[in-house]
Each structure stands twice: as C-alpha cells, then as structure tokens.
C-alpha cells in the first residue's frame, strides 16, 4: 500500500487542531484549555509575596513547561496549514506570539538590576487568556448577530438617551442645587446612573417628589433592561437557525468567520471543503 500523500497527515493535523467537532479535536482543545488556565493561574499566584517566596523555584520550571507546550502547539499550527504567513500576522496568531515572547525574552533580562523588568514580562504572561478565542469557534454568527442588531440597538439607545435627558431636566427642576443636582448635565448623570441600576450613591433626591422621580426612573431601568437582550436574542436565534455547517476555519489559512453559504475562503480563496 502507498503512503498516505503529506496532505493527508495535514489535513488530519490540521482537523485535531482548529477543529473541535472530532473527538481528538475537542481532546486538544481540552487539553489546551486546561493548559491555558493552569498558566495564567501560575503567574496570577506567583504574583503573591509570599506564596512566591516558598514555590517560586516550582511557578519557574512550571512556567518553562508551559512555554514549551505553547511553542509546540503554535509550530503544530503552522505546519498543518498550508499557508503559515497568513497565520503568524493573522490576530490569533499575533495573539500566539505575544503569550510566547515575555517566557523567551526575559532570558535576556537577568541580573540583580532587571529582576523588576523580569517581573513585569512575567506579567504580560497573562495575556495568554486571549488564546481563549481560538474556543470561539462555534459561535462566529454571533457576530453576524450583533451585526444585525446594529440598527434596533441603536434606535433603542437613542431612545433611552431621550428618556434620560428629560429625566434629568425634570429631577434638575425638582431637586435643589444644594443636594447635588447643581446643573443638567450633572442631573442626566445621575438619570443615567440610576436607570441603568448601577446607583452609586454620590448624588440622591432629598425631597418627597424627587424620590418619587427617582422611583419611576428606577422601575423604567428595569422595564428596559430586557429590551436589549432580547433584540440581540432574537437575532442569535435567527442566525443559528440558518447556520449552515462549515469548517471552522480555513485548511489553507486558518482564518475563520465564513459566511453561512460559502464554499471559498474569502481570505485566500481556497476550497473550504475537501
């Protein structure tokens, strides 16, 4: 029997790594997952005095584990695309080699007058947590969702907008300078504040009718906090209904996003199907 040409052990590279609807692709992202948190968990603890002072020898070799573990998974991903440019300048790729380079450059930061550069390259180990979009696979009509929902969104945001301009005005006439609503802008701030149910409690309404103002502005904030929520909902619902079934990203590049019809990558234009 002839062995398998190299673009079958890639393209199988290729389906463990970007693609999480195998069983070994959901294994490995997992897996990478675990590794991932485990890491960011190390610099987080390794942050505390004294919990540096007795496992600090163990957080470094942990930490020299995990940068290995990263450099493999980011070489498998170059070799199991055929276009590994496009990967290394694409976000996530970007993303990759930032998570990588603090581990590998602070070889370079040693001695008694770098130790706080070496700390603070340590530091920028915790941008590992936005390798975390490689699991956002699944959900890319999201976006195409939230897209949708640009238009109502934005009219509903003008609407509440409204409200809380005449909110304010109106809590500006009723209250007295003295108890904080000295000017309209400082009202509205206190509209917003107060109907997006944050309520931080530096400006509040002393008289009877002010309180009453404020009652209403508080029940309109819960009424409308649902209004967004379910447009965008809706839209989500609307775009999973009609997802078509796609590779998560690209065999060529690796770039994912796809549009729900697509037979091309709209990247590179390569087949997104085999």
Request: glycine content about 6%.
């Amino acid at each position: 029997m002839a062995s398998p040409a190299p673009k079958d052990w890639r393209f199988k590279l290729h389906e463990i790594i970007y693609e999480s609807n195998t069983p070994a692709g959901k294994a490995f992202d997992v897996g990478l997952l675990i590794a991932i948190f485990s890491s960011i968990i190390v610099v987080m603890l390794d942050s505390v005095v004294s919990i540096h002072q007795h496992y600090g020898k163990l957080f470094n070799i942990m930490e020299w584990v995990f940068a290995a573990l990263f450099t493999i998974e980011y070489i498998l991903r170059l070799i199991s695309i055929r276009k590994p440019l496009r990967y290394v300048f694409s976000p996530l790729g970007i993303i990759d080699m930032v998570a990588l380079l603090p581990s590998y450059l602070s070889i370079f930061f040693v001695g008694a007058q770098s130790l706080l550069v070496f700390r603070a390259l340590r530091l920028l180990r915790v941008f590992r947590i936005f390798k975390l979009g490689h699991f956002l696979t699944e959900i890319n009509f999201l976006t195409q969702a939230l897209k949708n929902s640009v238009r109502k969104i934005s009219i509903f945001l003008l609407t509440v907008l409204t409200i809380t301009v005449i909110l304010g005005s109106v809590m500006y006439l009723v209250e007295k300078r003295e108890n904080g609503f000295s000017n309209i802008p400082e009202s509205i701030y206190w509209a917003i504040v107060t109907i997006t149910t944050v309520g931080y409690g530096d400006i509040s309404p002393i008289t009877p009718l002010g309180k009453f103002v404020a009652s209403v502005v508080m029940l309109i904030g819960y009424a409308i906090i649902a209004v967004p929520t379910g447009i965008i909902t809706h839209d989500i619902a609307m775009a999973a209904k009609h997802k078509k079934e796609l590779p998560e990203s690209c065999p060529s590049c690796s770039r994912e996003g796809h549009d729900s019809d697509a037979l091309f990558c709209k990247y590179c234009g390569a087949s997104l199907f085999r």
